[in-house]
């Protein structure tokens, strides 16, 4: 069995880090995430060197800094769970801090990158947020760095999937460069469930099924989707948020459903 889930710590390191996935960690060239948890007046600063980052507040109120830019008590949401969220993108190459103005809950995505394009604020109003999917397997889609805003590697989206539906349905993949059709993106899905004390599954399997694993998740998990078809779903009496980190050598979301399952659509 493949390790394709990493659990979150219950204390942050010194560093406040909760989780962290690196490409070394994961086996892979693109794609890094990482969950902080920071105490009120908790400052920590960080380099993206050769990477571009999106800093997306999952909780709470913070400020950060570079050295030309400021973004004052940025945050409006005490849990994932309610309206889209502030995020912030950074280019290679900056310095930043980061100060918890309340207690912090904040995703770092990251992706290599040469140049990426100007930092920037994104705010709720940007973030393009909309259904998709009817009836059980539909769920609200929040597009927070997709292809609509500007990056260079990183594609970053949010998902809220209510009880007893199905997400990322039907299942689809994209690992392999067949532009137009499809296009190669490692990814990983960052959990929280509602209720805390509740659980949801995850399948990523292979055309020939050489990868074929159904992963129990929980509130917290990070999931690797390194190849292959994916889907999720949340049973009845638990609401499952999930944030989605992609990258690839293309900036393009191209998928293919998997063709047994694409008549349901």
């Known amino acids: ?14 560093n406040g880090s909760v989780v962290k996935v690196t490409p070394q960690s994961a ?7 990482e969950v902080l948890r920071l105490a009120d007046g908790r400052t ?28 004052r008590g940025i945050g409006e949401r005490e849990s994932p769970f309610e309206s889209a969220p502030f995020a912030i993108y950074l280019p ?4 930043y801090r980061i100060e918890a103005v309340t207690y912090l809950e904040l995703a770092v995505c990251s992706a290599p990158a040469e140049k990426g394009v100007e930092p920037r604020l994104i705010q709720p109003d940007d973030v393009e947020v909309g259904p998709r999917g009817t009836g059980n397997a539909e769920r609200e889609v929040r597009d927070i760095l997709m292809e609509a805003q500007p990056a260079e590697r990183l594609l970053v989206t949010e998902v809220i999937t209510p009880q007893g539906h199905w997400s990322s349905y039907p299942p689809h993949k994209h690992d ?13 899905y960052y959990h929280r469930v509602q209720p805390e004390k509740g659980f949801a599954f995850q399948r990523v399997y292979s055309e020939d099924r050489s990868l074929d694993e159904t992963l129990t998740v929980s509130d917290g998990d990070t999931v690797l989707v390194p190849r292959g078809y994916h889907t999720v779903s949340a049973p009845p009496g638990y609401d499952l948020y999930y944030l989605n980190v992609m990258a690839g050598p293309v900036r393009e979301w191209r998928v293919k459903n998997d063709p047994d399952h694409e008549w349901l659509f």
């Not at 086996?27 to 995430?33: E, L, Y």
């Not at 507040?57 to 050295?67: E, F, H, Q, R």
């Open 176 to 188: 392999e460069d067949n532009r137009p059709n499809e296009t190669y993106l490692e990814e990983t």
């Open 44 to 71: 920590v600063e960080r380099r993206t060197y050769d990477e571009e980052v999106c800093l997306v507040v999952l909780s709470g109120y913070c400020t950060v800094s570079t050295a030309d830019h400021e973004w």
């Open 1 to 14: 069995m493949l390790d394709l889930i990493v659990k979150s710590r219950s204390q942050p390191d010194t």
């Open 92 to 95: 290679p190459g900056m310095t």
């Open 27 to 33: 086996g892979w060239d693109w794609v890094g995430f």
